[in-house]
């Protein structure tokens, strides 16, 4: 084997996987280029827009910040992962709100949106935009992402006090 060359084993959306990879590669290239996920996008590279953001040992974080083979071992849950039933119900408020249209931001604007709503299920307009400010979108303008989640957080809320 190459000297640069190195076996990678990580779990992407529960199914155990290995490649082999450069020692330079960095997660969102293996991730797209050695296991075929396509959900996390390659943007700028450089850790600002959020298209790579995926869920790694439980938190999100920014793929193209990461080279591959020092998440050996890891667990990582991408874009795919979140509907493998349909839609998921903070996708379809981004559907249905037009929240997305070119699709490049979707993983970090729902990951983003996600992990706030585990930690505050009834953010208001400030928490949201400061949740996503790590992700840029060149569509929406922002405003219809953030009334998405806004609107699912209070569906979500009105749901369970009718519980």
Not at 45 to 66: E, H, N, Q, W
Not at 115 to 133: F, G, K, Y
Request: proline share 2%; hydrophobic share 35%; charged share 30%.
């Amino acid at each position: 084997m190459d000297d640069d060359l190195t076996a990678l084993e990580i779990t992407v959306n529960g199914k155990r996987r290995s490649a082999t990879v450069d020692r330079r590669e960095l997660l969102i290239e293996a991730l797209r280029n050695r296991f075929g996920v396509t959900g996390p996008k390659i943007g700028c590279l450089t850790g600002d827009c959020g298209a790579c953001t995926v869920r790694l040992d439980g938190l999100i974080t920014k793929s193209c910040l990461r080279i591959a083979v020092a998440e050996d071992g890891a667990e990582i849950e991408t874009l795919e992962s979140m509907s493998t039933n349909g839609l998921t119900g903070l996708q379809e408020s981004f559907w249905d709100n037009n929240a997305f249209q070119c699709g490049y931001c979707l993983s970090g604007m729902l990951f983003a949106a996600e992990d706030l709503l585990d930690h505050n299920p009834t953010p208001d307009e400030d928490e949201i935009r400061q949740a996503i400010s790590g992700n840029l979108c060149r569509c929406t303008g922002y405003d219809a992402i953030v009334t998405a989640i806004k609107r699912y957080a209070e569906r979500v809320a009105e749901s369970d006090r009718r519980q």
